[in-house]
């Protein structure tokens, strides 16, 4: 069986200011997938960022950056120059097969201007 | 245009009337999945499909029936829906080659059951 844990139900970041968003994982397989989706407003289920767990360099796409952490079963996101479009619930999620997406229970996201 | 359809997207019900929700892809993806989203809970795998007649239970399957008939289509079925059932449901797709491909996400079906 495999657990995704996000500790943190909400929190919140000034406009410009950097966040960072908390995800523990477990599994027992070798090789994985972890993935961080953004659901805004309109409920719509957005892919963020993906990584790869046999990769040891971090995943970046633009703002957004995590830092794994492999051996403490860590998978953080954080977001640079919070913008206020990025005010959203946060999933994390672990995919150690094609069957199966695991998800966190959410860490929902506001930007204050 | 890429992308998953579901319908309907809002439905209110009564307990005991069979439903269902439709969820198609238009990206000939083999691996399709019904999610259910609850507060403090995120999403949860119901059923998955790997192909054409090929289904599975996910991690909360009771009360609910799925089917693959057509590699495009995986509606989800509510026999009997019950008030704990009142959910916001997501069909998704993906290749099913490598668990590394991004899962497209339908629009959600906000569902009550009274």
Known sequence: AQTVTQSQPEMSVQEAETVTLSCTYDTSESNYYLFWYKQPPSRQMILVIRQEAYKQQNATENRFSVNFQKAAKSFSLKISDSQLGDTAMYFCALRASARQLTFGSGTQLTVLP | ?114
């Open chain 2, 1 to 114: 245009e890429a992308q998953v359809t579901q319908n309907p997207r809002y439905l209110i019900t009564v307990t005991g009337k069979k439903l269902t929700v439709t969820c198609s892809q238009n990206m000939n993806h083999e691996y399709m999945s019904w999610y259910r989203q609850d507060p403090g809970l995120g999403l949860r795998q119901i059923y998955y499909s790997m192909n054409v007649e090929v289904t599975d239970k996910g991690d909360v399957p009771e009360g609910y029936k799925v089917s693959r008939k057509e590699k495009r289509n995986f509606p989800l079925i509510l026999e009997s829906p019950s008030p704990n059932q009142t959910s916001l449901y997501f069909c998704a797709s993906s290749f099913r080659d490598r668990a590394y491909n991004e899962q497209f996400f339908g629009p959600g079906t906000r569902l009550t059951v009274l």
